[in-house]
C-alpha cells in the first residue's frame, strides 16, 4: 500500500518550495482486510476483457483445427478410458454408459486442470507487462481462469450430442449445474492464485503443478465413481474439492445418484478455504511482484 508522505500547505521559502516538489513515498505492507482492494479491483474491471480475449486468441493462433482442440482433449481421453476402464477392468459407472459416464466427469476436470495450469504461470507470462504499467495482478489468474470457459462451452455441446445418443434426459437437477460450474471456477482460481504468487519468486513451481495435477487426477472420481469409496472415508475424500464438482456434474447432467452429501459440504468449505485464502495470500504478495519477475 502506498501513502503521500508530504502535507499539503503552501511553502514560503523558495528553497522550502523547491523540498516540497520532492515527493517521498512510504511503502508499507497493506493491512489484513484492506488488502484485497476490491473497489480498485471493480474500477479496473473494463481491462479484464482485454488479457481475457488475448489468452483466447493466442490459443487458437495458426492452428489447423482452431477450437476443435477444446473438444478434441476429453474426447481422446474418454475414448481410453473407455477401453481401459469400462472394457478391460470394467470399472462401475452408476447403470450409465461408460462413455458419457467418463466425458461428463473429463468437462469439469479438464476445465480446471488447463485453468489451473494458465493461471499458475500468468504472472510470469506477463512479466514485461507487470513490470511497465499498474494495474490489478489480480486480473491477470481471473482472465487466464475465464478464458477456458469458451474451452469448456464448445466442449459441452459435444457431451449433449452424447446425452441424445444415449437417449439420456438431466431431470431437474440440471438447475444445479451453474452452480457446480461456479465451484469449479473458483476452485481453480482459488488454487491458481496461491501457485501464481508463489511461482514468482520460486519457479520451481513451474515444474511441481503438473505432477500436482497428476496426482490430483487420480485422487478425483473421473475414471469410477465416488461410490466405490468406502462410506467412513467419504468425508475424508470430499476434501478433494473436485469430488463434489465430478458428482455434481454427473448428477445434473446424467440423473446419476446423487453424490453423497457429506461429499459435497466438505467440498464446499475447502474450495471457501482455498478462495479466501489465496486472495489474500496473493495481495500480501503483490507488492514484490514488479522486483521480483
Known sequence: MYRNATRARVPTDPAESH???????????????????????WAYRELLYFPTWRDVKVRYKQTAIGA??????????????????????????????????????????????????????????DASLITKVYFPR??????????????????????????????????????????FLMLAFITALGCGLWLAALNVRYRDIAHVTPFLIQI?????????????????????YGLNPLTGVVEGFRWALLDAPAPP??????????????????????RRMEHAFADVV
Open 19 to 41: 523540498a516540497a516538489e520532492t515527493r517521498s513515498v512510504v511503502i508499507e505492507p497493506p493491512a489484513r482486510w484492506e488488502a484485497l482492494r476490491l473497489r480498485e479491483l
Open 68 to 125: 476443435a482442440w477444446a473438444v478434441l482433449q476429453p474426447l481422446l481421453a474418454m475414448a481410453v478410458f473407455s477401453i481401459v476402464f469400462g472394457v478391460l477392468i470394467r470399472v462401475p459407472s452408476d447403470g450409465l454408459p461408460y462413455p458419457v459416464f467418463a466425458y461428463a466427469a473429463l468437462l469439469p476436470w479438464t476445465f480446471f486442470s488447463t485453468a489451473l495450469t494458465r493461471a499458475s504461470a500468468s504472472l510470469v507470462n
Open 138 to 179: 489480480l486480473l491477470l489468474p481471473v482472465s487466464a481462469v475465464l478464458a477456458m470457459t469458451l474451452d469448456f462451452g464448445v466442449a459441452f455441446v459435444l457431451l449433449l450430442a452424447m446425452m441424445a445418443w444415449y437417449g439420456i434426459v438431466p431431470g431437474v437437477a440440471l438447475l444445479t449445474l451453474p452452480l
Open 216 to 236: 490430483w487426477f487420480f485422487l478425483t472420481p473421473v475414471a469410477y465413481p465416488s461410490s466405490i469409496v468406502p462410506e467412513r472415508w467419504r468425508a475424508l
Open 261 to 282: 452429501a457429506a461429499i459435497i459440504a466438505v467440498s464446499t468449505a475447502v474450495v471457501a478455504l482455498l478462495f479466501i485464502g489465496g486472495l489474500f495470500a496473493f
